[in-house]
């Protein structure tokens, strides 16, 4: 297969590309002074007190491990996008301060004793919600990913942005604290002719969307809370819409309204954004799913090869259909494939971490990851969604990536073709 090396953008440097290179030099150069059989310098005094720092944050080796954001991809930091660091996480809980952030008119600040939620429209009873009464409702506790449906959306006509975490970090994995809305429901009821719901965010955009009512119904859910805390201000506190395995900007935040209807709304946000330009100067509308996606997180571009030898490779994998069944691995650029092991636990609509050693003699490599979900969905190429959709697209990029690994184990975001 041949391929073609991405472009280098020019203000690369400003996007963080240096970082990761900081902390491989700190790996590589020890101070000979703290190891074996030398006593290291943290031992002989004591250290900080557990009143010095009573909420608790990361060590500051670990200050590199943050969100960041590109510039120049959209025209103020109040409607923009910072990225998930997927290349510097295990597992497959994404923490709170590190979810990749999106908004359309900022940050809304709550009071959580004024926060009201409303449900009107085709109910029985409309009614008004404040969060004491939705923790009132019985309580479920949920793991699910979230994705912009534009993830990779930069990759259509090529490869782009060269790191793991600009390519695919805008998606987090967390548990979710709420209620489900079927249960909200059956307080108001519901009338007949209800089909769709318009679900209203509270901040500046006045972020709208139309939901069926039968995802409405069947998983949704309005949570105050994530990985066990208060939802963090810019991940809708005081409370936000759930709607697992479809596209993020569904998911609205600081929830003030549901309206139920008998039609779609057609709001802004669905007809003017969020839909897929076609060849033929048609959109499709209405593409809500997350189909079946994965990415290798080491190597990476952030995370090079640093010696010969064995090495564990590392990735995600998700799919907005249910499980993730399966994470094949191609070293050679798609011409031969092996199988990944999945680590437990593999939950329905929830990243899953996928592992396969391998030895590295300093030859060149063409990295790749398939998913594949248990409808039988299989991750495509690139040229696969192109023939459907071709290059005008900014969402819903499932497509299968590849990573080049230089004989210097350097790595590089590339396009094959």
């Known amino acids: 297969m041949k391929f073609s090396r991405r472009n280098l953008i020019k203000s690369f440097a400003a996007l963080g590309s240096v970082g990761f290179s900081t902390r491989v030099l700190a790996q590589d150069k020890p101070n000979p002074n703290n190891l074996p059989p030398n006593l290291p310098e943290w031992t002989p005094d004591l250290g900080a007190g557990v009143d010095e720092n009573p909420y608790g944050s990361p060590s500051e080796f ?65 009614m008004i919600f404040s969060l004491d009464d939705l923790k009132r409702f019985p309580q479920v506790n949920k793991f699910y990913f979230l994705e912009c449906a534009a993830n990779g959306g930069m990759e259509w006509k090529g490869a782009q942005l060269n790191g793991c975490q600009y390519t695919f970090g805008m998606v987090h994995n967390v548990q979710y604290t709420g209620v489900k809305l079927s249960d909200l429901l059956r307080e108001t009821g519901l009338k007949p002719k209800a089909k769709w719901v318009l679900a209203e965010g509270s901040d500046t955009s006045g972020m709208t969307r139309s939901i069926p009512i039968e995802k409405i119904l069947d998983d949704c859910l309005i949570a105050w ?22 596209e993020g900007n569904m998911w609205v935040k600081w929830i003030r309204r549901l309206e139920f209807g008998d039609k779609p709304y057609m709001t802004r946000e669905e007809t003017s954004k969020y839909t897929d330009l076609l060849t033929d100067g048609k959109a499709r509308m209405f593409t809500w799913v997350m189909e079946a996606k994965s990415v290798v997180t080491s190597p990476s571009p952030e995370k090079p090869i640093l010696h010969k030898g064995i090495q564990q490779l590392r990735g995600l994998a998700w ?87 230089s004989k210097s184990g350097k790595v590089d975001n590339v396009r094959l073709g």
Not at 233 to 244: D, F, H, I, K, N
Not at 361 to 381: M, N, W
């Open 225 to 246: 809370a994530m990985n066990g805390e208060a939802l963090r201000p810019e991940q809708g506190y005081p409370a936000r819409l759930v709607v697992p395995g479809w």
């Open 319 to 405: 799919s907005g259909k249910g499980k993730i069944k399966r994470v094949d691995v191609s070293l050679d650029g798609g011409k031969n494939w092996r199988t990944a092991q999945l680590h437990a636990p593999i939950m329905s609509k929830s990243l899953v971490r996928f592992t396969l050693p391998f030895e590295w003699s300093g030859e060149e490599l063409l990295i790749q990851s398939r998913a594949i979900d248990e409808t039988g969905y299989v991750q495509p190429y690139i040229q696969e969604l192109q023939k459907i959709r071709g290059k005008n697209s900014i969402y819903h990029n499932n497509s299968i990536a590849t990573w080049l690994v």
């Open 62 to 126: 670990e200050s590199n491990v943050i969100r960041r954001n590109v510039p120049w991809l959209t025209a103020s930091p109040q409607s923009s996008v910072n990225f998930t660091p997927l290349q510097d996480l295990e597992g497959i809980v994404t923490p709170n301060g590190l979810c990749f952030e999106r908004h359309h008119g900022g940050v809304a600040e709550i009071n959580p004793t004024d926060y009201r939620l409303m449900i009107n429209g085709l109910v029985d009873r409309e």
